[in-house]
């Protein structure tokens, strides 16, 4: 009996831990590119997740609290590959308070939305929320109205 609950809370701890090493080993190959979407072509990172930008904030993020809940950061991995059709030269980070790097995008400190649960997944497009407007990214650095 005692082995039986070794072994389940070793398996519930798997469950747990690979999930989350997962999605660190995504966000260090994480890369920004610019894909098509019913809105045209807008920026999404490696996975092919959305990126927002929040019209309150600029060039600092104004995002904290339960707004990045709803909101989180698109933070930096060591190296941010470029894809097709996003210009190098518009990429940069900024640090956030707790010392973070979150990726910027002309000059844009760039988010996910807690509610697009798959890739290629757009919902909360030119939403007033948290004292701003959420829109999505063109490559040229546009914002989507």
Known sequence: MKLLR????????????VPAAMSDQSASRAALTAKSSRFGNVLFDGRGFVLYAFTRDHPRSACYGACARAWPPYFAPKTLGVGP?????????????????QVTYAGRPLYYYVGDTRAGQILCQNVAEYGGTWLIVRPSGKLVR
């Open 6 to 17: 070794i072994l389940a809370v070793a398996l519930i701890a798997a469950a747990v831990l």
């Open 85 to 101: 059709g996003v210009k190098r030269s518009l990429l940069g980070t900024v640090k956030r308070r707790n010392g973070r790097r």
